[in-house]
Protein backbone atom coordinates (compact mmCIF):
# COMPACT_ATOMS: atom_id res chain seq x y z
CA UNK A 1 0.00 0.00 0.00
CA UNK A 2 2.64 2.25 0.90
CA UNK A 3 4.92 1.62 -2.19
CA UNK A 4 1.15 2.47 -4.37
CA UNK A 5 1.33 5.43 -2.22
CA UNK A 6 4.55 6.73 -3.29
CA UNK A 7 4.33 5.33 -6.97
CA UNK A 8 1.21 7.96 -7.10
CA UNK A 9 2.65 10.66 -5.81
CA UNK A 10 5.79 10.48 -8.38
CA UNK A 11 2.94 9.81 -11.00
CA UNK A 12 1.14 13.20 -9.88
CA UNK A 13 4.04 15.13 -9.44
CA UNK A 14 5.70 13.84 -12.71
CA UNK A 15 6.58 17.45 -14.24
CA UNK A 16 7.81 19.12 -11.57
CA UNK A 17 10.54 16.59 -10.64
CA UNK A 18 11.46 16.56 -14.34
CA UNK A 19 11.01 20.71 -14.48
CA UNK A 20 13.03 20.58 -11.08
CA UNK A 21 15.74 18.16 -12.37
CA UNK A 22 16.11 20.41 -15.92
CA UNK A 23 16.52 23.72 -13.51
CA UNK A 24 19.19 21.94 -11.27
CA UNK A 25 21.06 21.03 -14.31
CA UNK A 26 20.64 23.83 -16.51
CA UNK A 27 21.85 26.11 -13.38
CA UNK A 28 25.36 23.57 -12.85
CA UNK A 29 25.66 23.59 -16.69
CA UNK A 30 25.37 27.49 -16.81
CA UNK A 31 27.80 28.26 -13.70
CA UNK A 32 30.30 25.36 -15.00
CA UNK A 33 30.35 27.98 -18.33
CA UNK A 34 30.33 31.08 -16.86
CA UNK A 35 33.84 29.47 -15.11
CA UNK A 36 35.22 28.54 -17.53
CA UNK A 37 34.59 31.46 -19.84
CA UNK A 38 35.96 33.58 -17.09
CA UNK A 39 39.06 31.83 -17.10
CA UNK A 40 39.21 31.90 -20.55
CA UNK A 41 39.02 35.90 -20.38
CA UNK A 42 41.93 36.15 -17.62
CA UNK A 43 44.01 33.79 -19.82
CA UNK A 44 43.73 35.83 -23.06
CA UNK A 45 43.93 39.42 -21.70
CA UNK A 46 47.29 37.60 -19.67
CA UNK A 47 48.41 36.53 -22.89
CA UNK A 48 48.13 39.50 -24.70
CA UNK A 49 49.57 41.98 -21.69
CA UNK A 50 52.59 39.04 -21.91
CA UNK A 51 53.43 39.44 -25.41
CA UNK A 52 52.72 43.68 -25.38
CA UNK A 53 55.56 43.51 -22.58
CA UNK A 54 58.09 41.16 -24.45
CA UNK A 55 57.53 43.43 -27.74
CA UNK A 56 58.58 46.08 -25.79
CA UNK A 57 61.46 44.13 -24.14
CA UNK A 58 62.65 43.01 -27.35
CA UNK A 59 62.67 46.83 -28.58
CA UNK A 60 65.02 47.31 -25.88
CA UNK A 61 67.24 44.63 -26.52
CA UNK A 62 67.32 45.49 -30.14
CA UNK A 63 68.01 49.27 -29.07
CA UNK A 64 70.63 48.49 -26.81
CA UNK A 65 72.45 46.72 -29.03
CA UNK A 66 71.92 48.00 -32.11
CA UNK A 67 71.74 51.73 -31.38
CA UNK A 68 74.22 51.85 -27.95
CA UNK A 69 74.02 55.55 -28.76
CA UNK A 70 69.99 56.06 -28.24
CA UNK A 71 69.99 53.39 -24.77
CA UNK A 72 71.20 54.47 -21.68
CA UNK A 73 71.10 52.84 -17.87
CA UNK A 74 67.56 53.34 -17.78
CA UNK A 75 66.94 51.21 -20.88
CA UNK A 76 68.19 47.95 -18.41
CA UNK A 77 66.11 49.12 -15.55
CA UNK A 78 62.60 49.39 -17.68
CA UNK A 79 63.72 46.09 -18.97
CA UNK A 80 63.86 44.51 -15.04
CA UNK A 81 60.72 45.96 -14.44
CA UNK A 82 59.04 44.35 -17.94
CA UNK A 83 60.49 41.35 -16.82
CA UNK A 84 59.47 41.66 -13.71
CA UNK A 85 55.96 42.28 -15.21
CA UNK A 86 55.73 39.65 -17.46
CA UNK A 87 56.96 36.71 -15.14
CA UNK A 88 54.04 38.07 -12.39
CA UNK A 89 51.48 37.62 -15.11
CA UNK A 90 52.57 34.50 -16.15
CA UNK A 91 51.38 33.15 -13.03
CA UNK A 92 47.71 33.35 -14.03
CA UNK A 93 48.72 31.01 -17.61
CA UNK A 94 48.59 27.81 -18.15
CA UNK A 95 51.43 25.65 -18.75
CA UNK A 96 54.08 26.44 -20.07
CA UNK A 97 53.93 29.76 -19.64
CA UNK A 98 54.78 30.30 -16.44
CA UNK A 99 58.40 28.37 -16.76
CA UNK A 100 58.93 30.26 -20.04
CA UNK A 101 58.91 33.24 -17.90
CA UNK A 102 60.80 32.16 -15.34
CA UNK A 103 63.43 30.86 -17.96
CA UNK A 104 63.41 34.35 -19.16
CA UNK A 105 63.86 36.06 -15.98
CA UNK A 106 66.75 33.74 -15.17
CA UNK A 107 68.25 35.01 -18.64
CA UNK A 108 67.51 38.27 -18.52
CA UNK A 109 69.41 38.26 -14.76
CA UNK A 110 72.31 36.50 -16.28
CA UNK A 111 72.57 38.35 -19.61
CA UNK A 112 71.43 42.12 -19.35
CA UNK A 113 75.02 42.76 -18.75
CA UNK A 114 76.36 41.69 -21.54
CA UNK A 115 74.01 43.80 -23.60
CA UNK A 116 75.65 46.78 -22.10
CA UNK A 117 78.63 45.66 -23.94
CA UNK A 118 77.17 44.60 -27.21
CA UNK A 119 78.04 40.91 -26.73
CA UNK A 120 76.04 38.57 -29.30
CA UNK A 121 75.95 35.76 -27.17
CA UNK A 122 73.59 37.74 -24.60
CA UNK A 123 71.21 38.87 -27.34
CA UNK A 124 70.90 35.75 -28.72
CA UNK A 125 70.13 34.23 -25.18
CA UNK A 126 67.50 37.02 -24.32
CA UNK A 127 66.31 36.73 -27.53
CA UNK A 128 65.84 33.07 -27.35
CA UNK A 129 64.07 32.92 -24.46
CA UNK A 130 61.96 35.82 -24.97
CA UNK A 131 61.14 33.70 -28.80
CA UNK A 132 60.18 30.92 -26.56
CA UNK A 133 58.02 32.83 -24.00
CA UNK A 134 55.66 34.22 -26.97
CA UNK A 135 55.40 30.43 -28.68
CA UNK A 136 53.85 29.80 -25.38
CA UNK A 137 51.62 32.79 -25.14
CA UNK A 138 50.51 32.01 -28.52
CA UNK A 139 50.08 27.89 -28.55
CA UNK A 140 48.17 29.22 -24.84
CA UNK A 141 45.84 31.60 -26.85
CA UNK A 142 45.30 29.14 -29.77
CA UNK A 143 43.97 26.73 -26.97
CA UNK A 144 41.01 28.70 -25.75
CA UNK A 145 37.89 27.43 -26.57
Do not use: C
Request: charged share 25%.
Amino acid sequence: MKQANIREQVRRNAVALISLFIAVTGLLYNTWRNEHSENNRNQRWASFEVLVMLGELQELVYLSYYDPDQSDDSDFRRGWAKVLTIHDLSSVLDDPVPASATELHAVWGQHWPGLEKRQKASKDAIEEAINKLRDSALMTLNDLD
